[in-house]
């Protein structure tokens, strides 16, 4: 995120994710399962099964946070006609997406 966009991010009011709080406790109990298998001494595969549930847990949080964004933050550039902003929100969602 560049200087100036983090700034801005800190003034603005932002949607309230308080709803995607129950998917990242679902997230924590499943890497918190990880973790007891790695001490178990787990076999490798049963253990990237359980990363790979964390994983998709962990994009569907993703999804969720950025719906709640589209929905709420560029809807409202767009009711504001706010059209140099709402460019700028785009480009960062895409700039996310690239760089990892
Ligand atoms: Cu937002």
């Known amino acids: 995120m560049p200087k ?3 700034k801005e991010a800190k003034r603005e009011i932002h ?3 308080t709803p995607e709080l129950k998917r990242v406790r679902m997230i924590i109990g ?3 399962g990880v973790e007891k298998m790695i001490k178990d001494r787990r076999y490798c595969p049963q ?3 359980q990363i790979k549930a ?3 847990a962990m994009n569907a949080l993703k ?3 950025l719906k709640r964004h589209l929905n709420e933050c560029l809807a409202e550039s ?3 006609g706010d059209n140099e902003k709402l460019l700028k929100q ?4 895409f700039q996310m997406q690239i760089s990892k």
């Open 90 to 93: 785009v480009l960062e969602i």
């Open 78 to 80: 767009v009711r504001a």
């Open 47 to 49: 253990i990237l099964q």
């Open 4 to 6: 100036s966009s983090k």
């Open 30 to 32: 499943q890497m918190e």
């Open 15 to 17: 949607p309230d994710h």
């Open 63 to 65: 999804m969720e946070v």
């Open 54 to 56: 964390a994983t998709s």
